[in-house]
């Protein structure tokens, strides 16, 4: 199977300790961190499948990376009460969320245009990566109270405020991710955040092939 081929082995070691940690709660009648750990597993294997499903090649960091923030979030966030022992966890998981998904989203709305820079000003690009990422740290926002209300969790800890908290950590990052791709359209370079924008444009060229063109130049 090419989702498992395609993976590096510290990767599939921990999809491994996910699946093992799983089936030993199971076994112990340990619901809630059975669903968890396989909870946590399925969300981590959620992206190289859709890669797989839409012919695309996800760099090794970028797996790693997801890999580790849904144990950071789910796993250990919540399994074992990071959120309430560290007081910086959820506003750093935030904002490193924030980051990922506003620089997915440039990435898909570069795609778009094939990776034309010049066919949408820099400016519009980034505006439109924040929105990317704000959205879907409001939608996570709607998740963590529909999983309140509806399983009784505590997702949402101090209510309001926590979830005012995370929305401005979120808009932090969203920042950073906008910023990162408007200096990686008008530079070609944005450090190690546009390095990471590099490694996917190169492993998917195809999709990318005015920008291919354009660097030739």
């Given at each position: 199977?090419?989702?498992i ?62 890999t ?66 704000v ?30 908290g ?52």
């Open positions: 199977m090419n989702l081929k395609d993976t590096s082995r510290p990767i599939l070691f921990i999809w491994a300790l996910l699946l093992l940690s799983g089936l030993i709660s199971l076994v112990l009648a340990r619901w809630s961190l059975a669903f968890v750990s396989l909870f946590t597993l399925a969300l981590s294997l959620t992206p190289p499948f859709l890669a797989s499903r839409w012919s695309l090649k996800l760099p090794v960091p970028f797996l790693f990376a997801t580790l923030f849904f144990i950071g979030s789910i796993f250990l966030g919540e399994a074992f009460d990071f959120y309430e022992q560290i007081w910086w966890w959820d506003i750093a998981l935030h904002g490193l969320s924030a980051i990922g998904f506003g620089l997915s989203g440039f990435l898909f709305v570069f795609m778009l245009f094939e990776g034309d820079r010049f066919a949408a000003p820099p400016s519009a690009l980034a505006f439109i990566t924040f929105c990317v990422a959205t879907i740290g409001a939608l996570w926002e709607v998740f963590e109270y529909a999983m309140d209300i509806t399983f009784g969790m505590n997702m949402q800890k101090s209510g309001l405020d926590d979830t005012m995370d929305l401005i950590v979120d808009a932090v990052g969203a920042s950073i991710a906008s910023l990162t791709g408007y200096l990686y359209l008008i530079r070609n370079s944005a450090g190690a955040l546009g390095h990471a924008l590099s490694q996917f444009i190169d492993l998917n060229r195809r999709l990318y092939q005015k920008s291919k063109s354009r660097l030739k130049k």
